[in-house]
């Protein structure tokens, strides 16, 4: 059973830069697609970004295109999400999810991950 934990959130100021992990076990990593959604207070799920399994295609969402970079290293079983220049309205708890059964990927698409990490909380404070 595939296992994800994230880690590396809390609390900064606009402008400021975090990163955080994603720890995955229990399966073939190097197998996953992989993405970052992030959900605010009362409000839903949204996504930020996605990588394909050696992590030569990315997607970002609009919101966070130019500031956010996500990567992974197959060979520690990783996956990070760099923020740069953060802003208050980046506060939301941060999820990582893999998607362990590709077919046809759908990046931006939640119904398309199997698993999903406990999340960690970013606060944006201006």
């Known amino acids: 059973q595939v296992q994800l934990v994230e880690s590396g959130g809390g609390s900064v100021q606009a402008g400021d830069s975090l990163t955080l992990s994603c720890a995955v076990s229990?399966?073939?990593?190097?197998?996953?697609?992989m993405a970052w959604f992030r959900q605010a207070p009362g409000k839903e799920r949204e996504f930020a970004a996605a990588?394909?399994?050696?992590?030569?295609?990315?997607y970002y969402a609009e919101s966070v295109k130019g500031r956010f970079t996500i990567s992974r290293d197959n060979a520690k079983n990783m996956l990070y999400l760099r923020m740069n220049s953060l802003k208050p309205e980046d506060t939301a708890i941060y999820f990582c999810?893999?998607?362990?059964?590709?077919?046809?990927?759908?990046?931006?698409?939640?119904?398309?991950?199997?698993?999903w990490g406990q999340g960690t909380q970013v606060t944006v404070s201006s």
């Open positions: 229990g399966g073939t990593f190097d197998d996953y697609y």
């Open positions: 999810a893999a998607e362990t059964q590709i077919l046809d990927w759908y990046p931006s698409a939640e119904g398309e991950y199997d698993y």
């Open positions: 990588i394909n399994w050696n992590g030569d295609k990315t």
